[in-house]
């Protein structure tokens, strides 16, 4: 493919991506005391996988906090796209796939409620460098492979993923590295995985949820905040963080088997 087909399929998908914000905005407006959670990731990122199954998790243990939140993830990163629109991974072949098999889960089920527990699944098998494993998560889960199958097989995924491609590379300022946070179009910077406390702060509503009591307090200027990405990452423990996302998933399974048994 010439480089001018290629700047011009770059162009369409910018401005599909633009029109689509635009058109959202109308039902954003109807949700506009939510704070806007994006995170934007890769899939064998380990600094991603930590983030998401040790901090991101949390939103999920106070209802509260989660429904003043509207979250969106993301997942493309640090890939690139060459001049015949393919994609490169920076961790190889096997985060391409799995990003966009999370890419179409994104897209199957659109609700939050539906694909993040097929994420943090995932998410989880990564932590564990149990990666190969993730079609298990179906299973675990309860859910169909059927459409993911289909999304992926049928190179729908891979145009979900020139779209984060074109979204990622519009975020401005540029990300830096991943994982990336953004709450309300600010970037956190190192202060990532402080980003109850952004949220808290950013709330215009007037229901304050109770983790917001004092969190607007521990937010740190990006100045001032300690770089922890990547080379000062360290892991939570890991007996006591395998038991929560076990407790985790067992939770979302009662709650799929409830919906089922109506």
């Known amino acids: 493919m010439d480089s001018g087909r290629h700047h011009l399929l770059l162009l369409l998908l910018l401005t599909t991506f633009l029109l689509s914000a635009d058109s959202s905005s109308a039902s954003a407006s109807d949700q506009s005391e939510k704070v806007t959670l994006a995170l934007y990731y890769e899939t064998l990122c380990p600094y991603c996988s930590n983030f998401i199954v040790n901090y991101l998790i949390k939103l999920f243990d106070d209802d509260a906090l989660l429904s003043i939140v509207d979250l969106k993830l993301i997942p493309y990163g640090n890939a690139k796209i060459g001049s015949n ?145 990547p080379e000062r990452y360290t892991e939570e423990t890991r007996k006591s963080t395998l038991s929560r996302i076990r407790s985790a998933i067992t939770r979302w399974m009662r709650q799929v088997n409830m919906v089922a048994s109506v």
């Open 85 to 229: 629109l393919t994609i490169t991974c920076q961790h190889g072949t096997s985060e391409c796939l799995l990003n966009t098999v999370e890419a179409c889960a994104i897209h199957v089920w659109p609700d939050l409620n539906d694909h993040f527990p097929f994420i943090y699944c995932i998410e989880t098998l990564i932590y564990e460098h149990n990666y190969t494993q993730w079609e298990s998560c179906f299973e675990k889960l309860g859910l169909d492979p059927a459409p993911i199958n289909d999304c992926y097989g049928s190179g729908y995924g891979n145009e979900l993923e020139l779209r984060y491609a074109v979204e990622t590379n519009s975020l401005e300022p540029p990300h830096k590295f991943v994982p990336w946070v953004v709450v309300d179009g600010q970037p956190l910077y190192d202060d990532y995985r402080n980003f109850t406390s952004y949220i808290c702060k950013a709330y215009k509503g007037t229901s304050v949820p109770t983790a917001c009591s004092d969190s607007f307090l521990k937010t740190i200027p990006k100045e001032n905040a300690i770089p922890i990405h």
